[in-house]
């Protein structure tokens, strides 16, 4: 049977290999984690079957279309395999739960200490002027799940509930 290779879609850094050689993937299994211009591209396994080679390491700096990963396709019959799709006990999927969870995370309302230190110096938060601005409801932000450069430094759970958006707010809306 012919392997399936997983090559990058872009220029950029591995930021994170989820598996090695022997584990068993669903197609939609993410392997690995790539970083370009400070946002994360997951990328998923998109066949069944077992990891054969991992051809990176993290930190390595990789071109668009460079094979990562060697995936021999097959039935899988592990229980352990991940699946993105596995239902909380909510009746979610939790990989949506999760994406909720961080959307959540770049709200001021997730922000409180924050807002009440900008508060207390009589300013206020962007999002604040900017639903003063636009239309109710009209604004569509993008780029909310930035995080600061510092992944050296700083924990990335850290980073995703201490810098949202990197210190910029941007997206649409009608005036």
Known sequence: ????????PILGTVFKISVKPGDTVRANHEIVILESMKMEHP???GVEGTISAVLVKEGDTI???QVLIHITPGAI????????????TAGERADLARYRTRRHLTTDE??????????????????????????????????SFAVAAQRQRRELDDLIRNTPADGLVGGLATV
Do not use: W
């Not at 049977?1 to 990058?8: D, E, G, Q, R």
């Not at 900008?118 to 780029?143: C, H, P, W």
């Open 1 to 8: 049977m012919a392997t399936h290779n997983v090559s990058s």
């Open 63 to 65: 071109t668009a279309g």
């Open 110 to 143: 997730a922000r409180p200490e924050a807002v009440a230190r900008r508060s207390a110096k009589g300013q206020r938060t962007a999002r604040a002027n900017i639903s003063d601005l636009v239309d109710e409801g009209s604004f569509m932000e993008y780029g």
């Open 77 to 88: 019959t592990d229980t352990t395999a991940t699946e993105a799709s596995t239902i909380t």
């Open 43 to 45: 990328l998923e396994a």
